[in-house]
């Protein structure tokens, strides 16, 4: 079992050096980049005119009209695209050999900082949402396939896959113009409101659920159909084995078969997921949602990154995240040791 631990650690060093390397190689393609970004948002600011531009991952700009080449260079030193290529990107292997994921260009903050002020709106999102579709799709999932070939069955199922046909967005925006726009039941914006620090805190807490409530319900309907279609099938596969006909010819009582042996083999791929559902919870954003309830989070930062070219924030998170992936990847393989000594990696 070490061999096996220190052979996945190994192999996550090329891994991570390959998804940084074909990012990296794929941001000296994109046109348009910080300090194109930064002449334009300077012309937005004095009024100037012209469609200009400026190198944006190490190719030459062309349409720099009016504008001083001393200061296109001073810009460019600023951002460090004076230097080739291959030495930015050792550079920037050294700083995250540190765990120093740099500066945004735009935000004059560190990436990491970035990160931990945007992780709330993450969390809210995706630990509701991983508990809620957990502790509603498993018992869901037992009760299908308990009941499997009946008409609540049938019903649940049809349900289920309507939830998740519906996209996110779709449900969010249904959600807000009825029970936001028309009903005011719930509020359109935020997580708190804006007299959120003078509340008690009961008062914060019933205010932060009102918030919550629908962003959260159109992130769930989606995302537990695929877990409670697995609880069921997996539940169903135990159930035929010979394992429990021999527990029922011994007279055990069903629940007893079902919730002591059945229960305890069926859920193995189901907890074997818990790190990797669990950990994204806390590093995931859902852009379209976080887009649509004006939700300050991760993934709205992610496509901001994106679209202004900040490449420290682009590169720091997509470095963070994949070492995050990595290790609880190597977590989840070893969690079906945990639950199942059988399973051996030699």
Not at 146 to 155: E, I, K, N, P
Not at 209 to 238: C, D, Q, R, Y
Request: proline letters at 4%; charged letters at 15%.
């Amino acid at each position: 079992m070490l061999a096996y631990v220190l052979k996945r650690l190994l192999l996550m060093v090329p891994t991570l050096l390959g998804v940084l390397l074909i990012t990296f190689a794929v941001v000296q393609f994109v046109p348009g980049g910080p300090v194109e970004q930064y002449l334009a948002e300077a012309r937005a600011g004095t009024g100037a005119g012209g469609g200009g531009g400026a190198e944006g991952g190490g190719f030459s700009y062309r349409g720099g009209q009016g504008v001083d080449p001393k200061r296109i260079e001073q810009i460019k030193a600023l951002y460090g695209f004076d230097k080739p290529p291959h030495e930015r990107f050792v550079q920037m292997l050294k700083q995250f050999a540190r765990f120093d994921l740099g500066t945004s260009f735009f935000q004059n903050k560190a990436v990491s900082q970035l990160i931990v002020e945007k992780l709330p709106v993450s969390i809210s999102l995706g630990l509701w949402t991983f508990f809620i579709s957990y502790l509603v799709a498993v018992p869901l999932g037992v009760a299908k396939a308990v009941r499997a070939g009946s008409r609540f069955d049938l019903v649940t199922t049809l349900l289920v896959l309507v939830g998740y046909a519906i996209p996110g967005f779709v449900l969010g925006v249904v959600l807000l113009v009825v029970f936001g726009g028309q009903l005011q039941w719930f509020p359109l914006r935020g997580l708190t409101s804006s007299n959120w620090a003078e509340l008690s805190w009961g008062a914060r807490m019933v205010d932060y659920l009102w918030h919550i409530t629908l962003p959260v319900t159109a992130m769930v309907l989606g995302s537990f159909a695929v877990t409670a279609m697995l609880t069921k099938n997996a539940f169903l596969e135990e159930i035929r084995k010979q394992y429990v006909v021999t527990a029922r010819a011994k007279g055990l009582g069903e629940n007893q078969v079902l919730w002591k042996h059945v229960f305890r083999n069926a859920l193995i791929p189901i907890i074997t997921g818990f790190p990797a559902a669990f950990i994204g919870a806390f590093f995931t954003g859902s852009l379209l949602i976080e887009t649509l309830f004006s939700l300050d989070g991760l993934g709205l930062l992610s496509y901001e990154s994106v679209i202004r070219r900040d490449y420290p924030v682009v590169l720091g998170t997509l470095y963070l995240f994949t070492l995050i992936g990595l290790v609880t990847k190597l977590v989840s393989d070893l969690c079906y040791v945990w639950v199942d000594p059988r399973v051996k990696f030699d």
